[in-house]
């Protein structure tokens, strides 16, 4: 039986950044926060690839439950590109061959399970697989501005359902159309979930509940190799320490954004899905202790 | 005797926002860190007005020596606006006056101050101003980015004098021709203060020192009204701190810094200095609490 399941995309990436690029490896959101999430808990992947994708890539996935991953005819390409200032990517091509009408279904022994990570999809495909869980689960939902801006509404009636809602700063903002984020994380908790976090990139997190909020800062990293899936592998590493340790009270999930921030700041210091393969836990709790001392005043 | 020199500008500013605007209001950065710096020990400022200043508003200065004001003709004014995302001012006017050939002269009782403030002006005047003192102050160094632009040199002369330098994101990515501030950070070290603080307004502060690293939440401002002079009074708020404990340690600088941000979140909620010359210590020390509760984990 698998207690936490990931929802997202599976994908082959090309990268390029000032420091290196990188073609066609495996990524996808699914992927980054599977990665993450097994630090903590075995996930189990619900997504789609095609024939194209090498059998040996999703065999690097340990501590993944694949039986979620259906087949399809072409998988997912995406293709992006960061500029000297590492803020942002620049998507150079998205095919979305298989995902364009990805149905998810979950196998059986994912039904009962009481987490769910609505990662970074098409919104219709998130609320298709919340709809297969029986028993409740807490969800987590992320998402892009692709979708803010192609399928707000659906999106919106995704965030509606779900506990904790994950957005990045300019999504956030993009959403409610203002630069205030302390105001844009107290609107996302007005849709309905219990829980809202704004990633910050460098800058670190924001979680905002009903009657609380917290910052958590920033890993202080010299060396920005490449960003992506930083966000999935927060995402990840969130969800997969609060499924571990089975609780959502609010002190766990201060602890559960750290631990996702740890492991985020890894995944950033190499191309694609680098250093999220070579890490230990040893190491994700070293930069927790890390964490601690550099907010102590 | 005056155990805390503030030296910087004193001026008239027209301000423009969104939520309101206000004309030749009393500004400066000596006079925001001198009043922010008021609520834990009596500043002397040194600085130079013309006779356009009404009295009045000089009158609104309490808790705050300014007997090291020299008089000149006409006063600096300054005039700015903020667009609708309030990050940066936008300067439509300076007028430097009679702060062009600023020649800072401190009065006897300020030269065995042991705190000197070189809040952003000149660097020129900043080193005239340094030499005076008797005793090796601990000095704290804020600048700007016109000064990084127009004499870099002079700047990092005085930087190099100063015990801790404080910059904003901006002008430290600036300085250095870099994106990364960690970087930046350690860049500001090497050349030889102590400690170095890069302030990054909503997301917080960093404090940089050989062998440790700080991160210091923002407060979470719902209504942002004005950021004129927020980071001269986070400046004035830290230099007040440490003179008031006569510290320098890491952890003194580190509440320092907390009771900086404290009182520039205070400033930023108003026009000018409204609610600089409003708040008592018993506000600041409200929201030193809400800083302690919105870091733990």
Redesign the interface.
Known sequence: MINLVIVGSIGLDDIKTPFGKISSTLGGSAVYSALSASFFEKPGVVGIVGRDMPQEELKALKNIDLSGISKGEKTFRWEGKYE????EAKTLKTELNCLSNFNPSLPNSYKNAKYLLLANIDPDSQIKALNQLKNEPFVILDSMNFWIKNKKEKLVSAIKKSDLVLLNDGEARQLFNT?????AG?KLLELGPQYAVIK?G???A?LFSYD???????Y???E?KDPTGAGDSFAGGLIGYLAKHNKTDE?TI??G??FGSAIASFCAEALSTKALLKIKISDIKERYEV???????
Chains 1, 2 share one sequence.
């Open positions: 000297y200032d590492m803020n630069p205030n984020l302390i105001k107290r910050k460098e800058h670190g924001l609380s909020f917290f910052s958590a800062p920033g202080p990293l010299e920005l002190k201060r602890q954004i750290i964490f601690q001392k550099i907010r102590e005043f």
